[in-house]
Nanobody, 124 residues
Framework: QLQLVESGGGLVQPGGSLRLSCIASGSTLNYAIGWFRQAPGKEREGISCISRSGGVTKYAGSVKGRFTISRDNAKNTVYLQMNSLKPEDTAIYYC??????????????????WGQGTQVTVSS
């Protein structure tokens, strides 16, 4: 079992930045890690993924160019740097993991582990 704990959410003004962290209870070396989000009344959306080695990253069109995913396997931690935030980025953000996957799985595929989520609110 791998437990994922997100942190770094909060309230930020439009145009501002936040950095989310996802800390795993064990080694992340064998896991592709992703971020999903869900806004009120909307379907859950996969927004970013990073491969086990960090060599492959993927972004949804809605965040590409504004968000950056990175990982520090020595710290069992994955980060999501979010810049130029917009009100439509308001959502609960979830960290997810998929075991034994070399690249980035499809956002529509099964993910093995989910965190509890952290709230991000973008509002003036």
């Amino acid at each position: 079992q791998l437990q994922l704990v997100e942190s770094g959410g909060g309230l930020v003004q439009p145009g501002g930045s936040l950095r989310l962290s996802c800390i795993a209870s064990g080694s992340t070396l064998n896991y592709a890690i992703g971020w999903f989000r869900q806004a009120p009344g909307k379907e859950r959306e996969g927004i970013s993924c990073i491969s086990r080695s960090g060599g492959v990253t993927k972004y949804a069109g809605s965040v590409k160019g504004r968000f950056t995913i990175s990982r520090d396997n020595a710290k069992n931690t994955v980060y999501l740097q979010m810049n130029s935030l917009k009100p439509e980025d308001t959502a609960i953000y979830y960290c997810v993991a998929r075991s034994a996957y070399l690249s980035c799985p499809s956002f529509l595929s099964h993910w093995d582990y989910w965190g509890q989520g952290t709230q991000v609110t973008v509002s003036s």
